[in-house]
């Protein structure tokens, strides 16, 4: 079955940057679009950005521009996500998604991970 298993997390200061890792097993990773949705305690599932199969194009949602990076490897059925300038507010669980069609909706995706917790402190 389709497993997707994110990593990376972990607890970092105000300013600092992370790189989160997504590792897709159970498709064909290059078929698919790839993206990262987070979700803070109380909050909704938000997009944060998503690529397509072949990373030729890349989306993003207006808290991730800028700070945010998407890409992938297709010969490690991978998709990463570096994240710098980091600060309080992007405390929440990272989780990555995919299917088909690259969107920022996340009713568009079938497979989703486990999530891996960001917590950025001040």
């Known amino acids: 079955q389709v497993q997707l298993v994110e990593s990376g997390g972990g607890l970092v200061q105000a300013g600092d940057s992370l790189r989160l890792s997504c590792v897709a097993s159970?498709?064909?990773?290059?078929?698919?679009?790839m993206a990262w949705f987070r979700q803070a305690p109380g909050e909704e599932r938000e997009a944060l950005a998503a690529?397509?199969?072949?990373?030729?194009?890349?989306y993003y949602a207006d808290s991730a521009k800028g700070r945010f990076t998407i890409s992938r490897d297709n010969a490690k059925n991978t998709v990463y996500l570096q994240m710098n300038s980091l600060t309080p507010e992007d405390t929440a669980v990272y989780y990555c998604?995919?299917?088909?069609?690259?969107?920022?909706?996340?009713?568009?995706?079938?497979?989703w991970g486990q999530g891996t917790q960001v917590t950025v402190s001040s």
């Open positions: 690529i397509t199969w072949s990373g030729g194009s890349t």
């Open positions: 998604a995919s299917d088909r069609l690259a969107t920022l909706r996340s009713d568009e995706y079938q497979y």
């Open positions: 159970g498709l064909s990773f290059s078929d698919y679009a």
